[in-house]
């Protein structure tokens, strides 16, 4: 299985730069995803790393070490309509290719 | 448009009655699963299905069954619903290929479960 540690909550100002970790320990790693979640709705796929490194997209980024258990989730120029719960979610080689997810950390964006 | 959808989207019930969540796909994803989401806890899932006739438990099965005699749908059933079983509900699919790929899910809009 996995253990999955994100913080539980952060807070941010409009314009910023905020960056979300995620800790992880599993037995065999195969791949990290980060989802958004606006609050009463779906989560919606962000991003996927299974390499090392920093993987961007527009202004979300999403980096990825292996050998620390460890990515982050850069948001840049931060909008009041990214508040909302990040999830961080682990997937393992046992061969069902599911992820597991974090509890998530809620963003809160102030003006 | 491709999408998840799911049914009821609010629901208040009493302890003891049956009740069922239903979940389409229109996406022919063979994956399928349900997860419940309560405050602290994340995203918890329930059961899921690899493809027609095919269910696994997932982490927190006690309390539900599904099946899977379609593709496209995937029922949620509580026999008899418990209190500690309100929560938020989410139903999800992939392609196979997509879950092996890049792993991406394709949400339902949740089904909000109160039970008395």
């Known amino acids: 299985g996995q253990n999955i540690d994100q913080p539980t909550e952060m807070t941010a100002t409009e314009g910023a730069i905020v960056q979300i970790n995620c800790t992880y320990q599993?037995?065999?790693?195969?791949?990290l995803f980060w989802y958004q979640q606006h609050a009463g709705e779906a989560p919606t796929f962000l991003s996927y790393?299974?390499?090392?490194g920093l993987e961007e997209k527009g202004r979300f980024s999403s980096f990825l070490s292996r050998s620390k258990g460890y990515s982050y989730l850069l948001l840049k120029e931060l909008q009041m309509k990214d508040s909302a719960s990040y999830l961080c979610a682990v997937r393992d080689r046992g061969g069902s290719y599911i992820p597991t997810f974090g509890r998530g950390t809620s963003l809160i964006v102030h003006p | 448009e491709a999408q998840v959808t799911q049914n009821p989207r609010y629901l208040i019930t009493v302890t003891g009655k049956k009740l069922t969540v239903t979940c389409s796909q229109n996406?022919?994803?063979?994956?399928m699963s349900w997860y419940r989401q309560d405050p602290g806890l994340g995203l918890r899932q329930i059961y899921y299905?690899?493809?027609?006739?095919?269910?696994d438990k997932g982490d927190v099965p006690e309390g539900y069954k599904v099946s899977r005699k379609e593709k496209r749908n995937f029922p949620l059933i509580l026999e008899s619903p418990s209190p500690n079983q309100t929560s938020l509900y989410f139903c999800?699919?992939?392609?196979?290929?997509?879950?092996?790929?890049?792993?991406?899910?394709?949400f339902g809009e949740g089904s909000r479960l109160t039970v008395l």
């Open positions: 999800a699919s992939a392609s196979l290929q997509g879950l092996e790929g890049t792993g991406e899910l394709f």
């Open positions: 790393n299974v390499l090392d």
């Open positions: 599993t037995s065999g790693f195969n791949g």
């Open positions: 299905s690899m493809n027609v006739e095919v269910t």
């Open positions: 996406m022919n994803h063979e994956y």
